[in-house]
């Protein structure tokens, strides 16, 4: 299994990023992706969680309303587009997938918002 997050950058407040997190070695279609983030001094945090086919969605209540969670199984690939984008969001943010019974992750991508 292998995740590739990229996208991640300096943005400023209100500002907008999108993640793609590229997918391979196990059946995309068949599982639930999620993204997670991890700031300095704090808990990882689930942000969001797409059910296989796309039709359910769920998000942590920090972000709700400005992150959309989606992906394309053509392309095995799940995006988190965020926007109005806040100190707060910054953090390193992962992809996760569960296959097997096991967590996969990607390596990360740092996202910042500075003024």
């Known amino acids: 299994v292998r995740l590739v997050e990229s996208g991640g950058g300096l943005v400023q407040p209100g500002g907008s990023l999108r993640l793609p997190c590229a997918a391979s070695g196990f059946t995309f279609s068949w599982s639930d992706m999620s993204w997670y983030r991890h700031a300095p001094g704090k808990e990882r945090e689930l942000v969001a969680t797409i059910s296989p086919a796309g039709r359910t969605t769920n998000y942590a209540d920090s972000v709700k309303g400005r992150f959309t969670i989606s992906r394309d199984n053509a392309k095995n690939t799940v995006y988190l587009q965020m926007n109005s984008l806040k100190f707060e969001d910054t953090a390193v943010y992962y992809c996760?997938?569960?296959?097997?019974?096991?967590?996969?992750w990607g390596q990360g991508t740092q996202v910042t918002v500075s003024s």
């Open positions: 996760n997938a569960r296959w097997g019974g096991l967590d996969y």
